[in-house]
T-cell receptor, first 111, second 112 residues
Framework: GQQVMQIPQYQHVQEGEDFTTYCNSS?????IQWYKQRPGGHPVFLIQ?????EVKKQKRLTFQFGEAKKNSSLHITATQTTDVGTYFC???????????FGQGTTLQVKP | NAGVTQTPKFQVLKTGQSMTLQCAQD?????MSWYRQDPGMGLRLIHY???????DQGEVPNGYNVSRSTTEDFPLRLLSAAPSQTSVYFC???????????FGQGTRLTVV
């Protein structure tokens, strides 16, 4: 079945450093979504990418969708302590509302 | 709007007991899903539904049953709880098949 791999599993950075997490799907996706989960919380939607090669920005966050629609990345510039949490990518390959999540990358930021 | 509501928030079960995790949404979303979250494994899809009366299996369906008699509700049943089902369970809903998912607050289940 469809698999979505995400690396790294953990990342510790000093506040102000950049951070990137990568996501790779075994199959071509119709779209990819990114979610953030704060410790003890539930996943909260960040963004959806649909088009091949798409790049979207939200303040210090930059999201990319690969040309083949099988990989994606999230880059955070100049991390802040408020960025702490686990970031998940989730692939959607049909029209069923069925999302396959990556394992997540847990970001720790040292002040 | 309350969004997606899950009950209970915490539950401890003994091995072999049964229980139902409740999930309700008030956004008139057709699509609903159940996930379990275990350390280092992300969120794994248990069952999902594309509308009332229609359900299908996800990645890890064994040991769980679902039904969808109304648009609003999507309960998850554990027929005979096992320690391997200790996890955090999330229910989610989306308006369209490719749309954004909204998650409930989660149910933390421990099976002893």
């Amino acid at each position: 079945g469809q698999q979505v791999m995400q690396i790294p599993q953990y990342q510790h950075v000093q506040e102000g450093e950049d951070f990137t997490t990568y996501c790779n799907s075994s199959t071509t996706l119709s779209n990819i979504q990114w979610y953030k989960q704060r410790p003890g919380g539930h996943p909260v939607f960040l963004i959806q990418l649909v088009k091949s090669g798409e790049v979207k920005k939200q303040k210090r966050l930059t999201f990319q969708f690969g040309e083949a629609k099988k990989n994606s990345s999230l880059h955070i510039t100049a991390t802040q302590t408020t960025d702490v949490g686990t970031y998940f990518c989730a692939g959607n390959s049909g029209n069923t509302g069925k999302l396959i999540f990556g394992q997540g990358t847990t970001l720790q930021v040292k002040p | 709007n309350a969004g997606v509501t899950q009950t209970p928030k915490f539950q401890v079960l003994k091995t072999g007991q049964s229980m139902t995790l409740q999930c309700a949404q008030d956004m008139n979303h057709e699509y609903m899903s159940w996930y379990r979250q275990d350390p280092g494994m992300g969120l794994r899809l248990i069952h999902y539904s594309v509308g009332a009366g229609i359900t299908d299996q996800g990645e890890v369906p064994n040991g769980y049953n679902v039904s969808r008699s109304t648009t609003e509700d999507f309960p998850l049943r554990l027929l005979s709880a096992a320690p391997s089902q200790t996890s955090v369970y999330f229910c989610a809903s989306s308006k369209t098949g490719q749309g954004v998912s909204f998650f409930g607050q989660g149910t933390r289940l421990t099976v002893v």
